[in-house]
């Protein structure tokens, strides 16, 4: 899947090509992870700029008992009580996942998943370059909603390692996240994915871009879920719809 505006530059898009000021990521963690969904993390690696499109993301904050940060400041945990914006990495069942501080100590939003992106910024040497970075179990290119489907796939597709980025700030340069003008309208609203029993795992802080919910984690709209019961439509304030919106 690809937008109709991929082939135009980032330039003509509006966004620049540079990475999203500090301010946008200094802001409430929910509404954050609701403004991140269509924008594109661009990571240079070897003189190629690997890109993803931001499909599905999840918030944390400091008080609530699902987050690294409720359970207390370390060295390691560092980036969380840092100014929005900051990169928080962590290993997460072996492999490495991508958080962002948001606005106030110990709240962020995690990078759940996300898809390639292609334009004339990131071509097909760099596309290229992703499914070498993580190929299948058997050594195969990924299909490419199955490339970035998952916070530690993502990280793989894109390059991202904890050493190199943990507790850094954006650098134009090498890692930058950019609005291209496709931020969806409408997102799904749903639970966090992994959160522990008692750890307030009924939170509904997980979102997701519904044009892309077949290629995130977990599918929210997959055979057997309610609407109203298992997720609910949102709009990009957070303001719960009545109904999904049209071609929803």
């Excluded at 072996?94 to 071509?123: H, M, Q």
Aim: charged content about 25%; glycine content about 12%.
């Amino acid at each position: 899947m690809k937008s109709a505006t991929a082939n135009v530059s980032p330039e003509a898009r509006g966004g620049a090509g540079r990475a999203l000021p500090d301010a946008f990521f200094d802001r409430d963690a929910a509404q954050l992870a609701r403004e991140l969904p269509g924008k594109v993390i661009r990571h240079r690696v070897g003189g190629l700029w690997l890109s993803a499109r931001i499909i599905e993301t999840e918030a944390y904050y400091l008080e609530e008992r699902g987050s690294h940060a409720s359970l207390g400041y370390t060295h390691k945990r560092r980036a969380l009580f840092m100014d929005g914006g900051t990169i928080y990495m962590y290993y997460a069942r072996g492999g490495d996942s991508l958080n962002f501080s948001a606005g106030g100590p110990g709240n962020a939003v995690l990078i759940k998943s996300a898809y390639p992106w292609t334009d004339a910024l990131s071509g097909p040497e760099a596309l290229e370059r992703m499914r070498e970075l993580n190929p299948d179990a058997q050594g195969r290119p990924r299909a490419l909603g199955a490339l970035c489907a998952g916070q530690t796939l993502l990280c793989r597709s894109l390059g991202l390692k904890v050493p190199e980025w943990d507790a850094r700030r954006f650098d134009p340069d090498a890692l930058y996240v950019q609005d291209v003008g496709e931020s969806p309208p409408y997102l799904i609203c749903t639970t966090r994915l992994g959160i522990p029993a008692g750890r307030d795992e009924h939170l509904s802080y997980r979102f997701v871009d519904p044009a892309y919910a077949a290629f995130c984690t977990r599918n929210p709209l997959r055979r057997g879920q309610r609407a109203g019961q298992d997720y609910v439509w949102v709009d990009r304030q957070g303001i719960v719809l009545p109904e999904a919106p049209a071609g929803g």
